[in-house]
């Protein structure tokens, strides 16, 4: 039974350029999330998607990062026009919807912008 | 507004030693979620345990458990028998409600447990 996957691990780019982060959840979970993690600091929620649906975004979610997750599998994190601030650690999770909810979450990729 | 609070930046056991890590949360929802993670330094946050609002008696997970105060409002993690490897940031989260309105997690600060030989 493998865990929450996320590629790449670790992304170093300049100042301007687009990333793409891809995460792979526990197979069967309808929930994925996508946190940011900075140092010495709790993670932070950005975006949340039941099945395909992106139900819910954080004012943290400007305009130049998207998500999708087009066949509620699979989800990516797109950043456009990167910008120094927004080095840190993405993680990724996911749940299956029951009591509990349990968010389970993958290794991170981490995010430098030079 | 939701908020954890963790005011234990760093703590220090002696190993086989139990300890405890703070945790205190503010919510007006009458249904709502608490939950502890690790965090090694390799990033992963691992789950813990799980307390919902509406359990009346304390989670236990192995060697950990959760010390829940509902009136209190405070849900603290209980590590009996340190071991080195429990050394790691821990993270107490919570989510709320049981709408459909959210589901995300809001965590605490975290704190930094480094385990002695």
């Known amino acids: 039974d493998t865990g929450v996957s996320q590629d790449p691990r670790h992304k170093i780019t300049k100042r301007g350029q687009n990333v793409t982060f891809r995460c792979d959840p526990i197979?069967?979970?309808?929930?994925l999330y996508w946190y940011r993690q900075t140092l010495g600091q709790g993670p932070e929620f950005l975006t949340y998607f039941q099945n395909e649906a992106q139900l819910e975004k954080s004012r943290l979610l400007s305009d130049r990062f998207s998500a999708e997750r087009p066949k509620g599998s699979f989800s990516t994190l797109e950043i456009q026009r990167t910008e120094q601030g927004d080095s840190a650690m993405y993680l990724c999770a996911s749940s299956f919807s029951e009591e509990a909810d349990t968010q389970y979450f993958g290794p991170g990729t981490r995010l430098t912008v030079l | 507004a939701q908020k954890i609070t963790q005011t234990q930046p760093g703590m220090f056991v002696q190993e086989k030693e139990a300890v405890t890590l703070d945790c205190t949360y503010d919510?007006?929802?009458?249904?709502?979620?608490l939950f502890w993670y690790k965090q090694p330094s390799s990033g992963e946050m691992i789950f813990l345990i799980y307390?919902?609002?509406?359990?009346?008696q304390n989670a236990t997970e192995g060697r950990y458990s959760l010390n829940f105060q509902k009136a209190r409002k405070s849900a603290n993690l209980v590590i009996s028998a340190s071991q080195l490897g429990d050394s790691a940031m821990y993270f107490c989260a919570m989510r709320e409600g049981e709408t459909d309105s959210s589901y995300k997690l809001i965590f605490g600060s975290g704190t930094r447990l480094l385990v002695r030989p």
């Open positions: 919510t007006s929802d009458q249904s709502y979620g």
């Open positions: 307390q919902g609002s509406y359990d009346e």
């Open positions: 197979s069967e979970h309808n929930r």
